[in-house]
Structures are given as C-alpha cells and as structure tokens.
C-alpha cells in the first residue's frame, strides 16, 4: 500500500503533489468521466481533486491507500459537481468513443458492456466502475464511498445480475 507523506514529512510538498498527478491522473480522469458524463466536469472534478487532496496532505492518516484516498476524493468532488450542474445528456452508447484515451483501446466487446454499465443506476455503476476498471478491492471500494463491504459486495452482485440480464442474448462479437 503507498503511503503519503504530508507535507511536513516530505521534502517537497510541490513533489509529493507532481508524483500522485502523474500516477493517478488518466484513472482518476477515466473515473470522473464515466460518473459525470462529461470530458470538461472530469477533467474539472480531476483538478479539483488534486487540489483538495494537496491541501489535505498533512491530515492524510495513511488508512488506506493513495489510490484509494484520491478516489474518495475524486468521487465525492464529482457528486459536488452534480448537484451544483445540471448534466447535460449524453447517449450512453457514445460513452466509449468520447473516454479519455486508455492505455489500450477498448474492444468491440468492450464497447458494448461499457455501454451498458453506463445504463446501470449511479450506485451499482460506481461499483463497476471502481472494481473493475480501477482494479479496487471491496475494502477500498468501501472505504471510497463511505458504505460497508457488505453494501459494495450487494450491490455488486445486483450489478452483474442487471448486466447479465440485459447482455443475454446479445452476441458481443457482432
């Protein structure tokens, strides 16, 4: 687990800073988007959480993970997005086309099950989203949005049978 140190532990609070920037940005940016629907909200949120987790360095207690801090953070400052701006609709089968660049490009297959976690309500969609393409454990995914394991680990579980439902019958490979 990686551990931050505040700014009064660190030698550079600006290094600190560059170094979680560098490894965190395109997930936490991939993550923003697929919950706000948006590439210029994300790229807003991503900031915004930088900033936030910056200026909270010297009160990160070392809990939990960075990546895992940084994601509470990230999907708390996209809910304070939502509510402060009403989302303009987006076609949730253009989702995979307007995603920031992956470091591989999604798959046909892919495409289509993106699509439909993107159909998914917003809190069976934040499991997905932080378990499978942030490769979150349940503990951090729990941790993030301030549930218990048991509720990620249901909703989860509803999450897959909804998918599961609504790709039955569908050839992916069309």
Not at 41 to 49: I, N, Y
Not at 113 to 118: D, E, N, S
């Amino acid at each position: 687990m990686s551990r931050i140190k505040g700014p009064d532990q660190a030698q550079d609070p600006s290094q600190e800073l560059e170094r979680l920037v560098l490894r965190y940005q395109q997930p936490l940016l991939r993550t923003c988007f697929l919950y706000l629907r948006d590439r210029a909200l994300a790229e807003d949120a991503v900031q915004e959480t930088f900033l936030k987790a910056y200026r909270s360095l010297a009160s990160f207690r070392g809990e939990c993970s960075e990546k895992t801090w940084l994601m509470k953070i990230a999907m708390n400052t996209c809910c304070d997005l939502r509510r402060a701006h009403r989302l303009r609709s987006i076609d949730p089968r253009r989702i995979p086309d307007l995603l920031p660049q992956a470091a591989e490009p999604f798959a046909q297959e892919e495409e289509a099950l993106v699509t439909q976690v993107m159909q998914l309500p917003r809190k069976l969609r934040e499991v997905v989203l932080l378990y499978y393409y942030q490769n979150m454990t349940v503990t951090e995914i729990a941790i993030s949005l301030g549930i218990s394991q048991s509720s990620v680990s249901g909703r989860l579980k509803r999450a897959r049978e909804k998918l599961r439902t609504l790709l039955e019958g569908r050839d992916l490979c069309e």
